[in-house]
């Protein structure tokens, strides 16, 4: 257990479907992330948010739409995928005086699977 | 390409023996971590050492960095089954002013046969 949680750990949608991923962290950190990892990729990542604030977007489709409630929380909103977007997706954590140098703590994964 | 490249991509070794990854990137970081994930599972962090650092030894694992040939290793000894998984480097690079972004390699997948 690192302290980040996911759910849920499996998600299999149609691309008409509407569906949000949630990640929890109990570690008090700062600092929340979201990763997509595909096979075969290196882990890419996607939004960060530090001090609830979006300071990094990848340049992400807008079919992908974070919200970071607050510093203990972290979504996923999801709507009108495509199959090329089935992928685990991961979240993380850190605590960031320098941000992004510090190290991170990832949940567990969501392995998203679009129809 | 990505900042850091792990080789080999896969390593497949018997239970006691060393395990040798390795990890080449490109810029000037300011530290390098590596990290393991276990079949679609998170990843857990490992060992971070710092780029001041030439050594760092945690447990069974140690890490090497070469800021002059931009590579690092990481060295697992006597492994077991239990060590099975994909290790990854991440790297910090400066991606303009004060901001840095931590960058993971494809992995190395090890399997450690019993």
Known sequence: ?115 | SQQGEEDPQALSIQEGENATMNCSYKTSINNLQWYRQNSGRGLVHLILIRSNEREKHSGRLRVTLDTSKKSSSLLITASRAADTASYFCATDARAGGSNYKLTFGKGTLLTVNP
């Open chain 1, 1 to 115: 257990e690192t302290g980040v949680t996911q759910t849920p750990r499996h998600l299999v949608m149609g691309m008409t479907n509407k569906k949000s991923l949630k990640c929890e962290q109990h570690l008090g950190h700062n600092a929340m992330y979201w990763y997509k990892q595909s096979a075969k990729k290196p882990l890419e990542l996607m939004f960060v948010y530090s001090l609830e604030e979006r300071v990094e977007n990848n340049s992400v489709p807008s079919r992908f739409s974070p919200e970071c409630p607050n510093s203990s929380h972290l979504f996923l909103h999801l709507h009108t995928l495509q199959p090329e977007d089935s992928a685990l997706y991961l979240c993380a954590s850190s605590q960031v005086g320098d941000l992004f140098t510090d190290t991170q703590y990832f949940g567990p994964g969501t392995r998203l699977t679009v129809l």
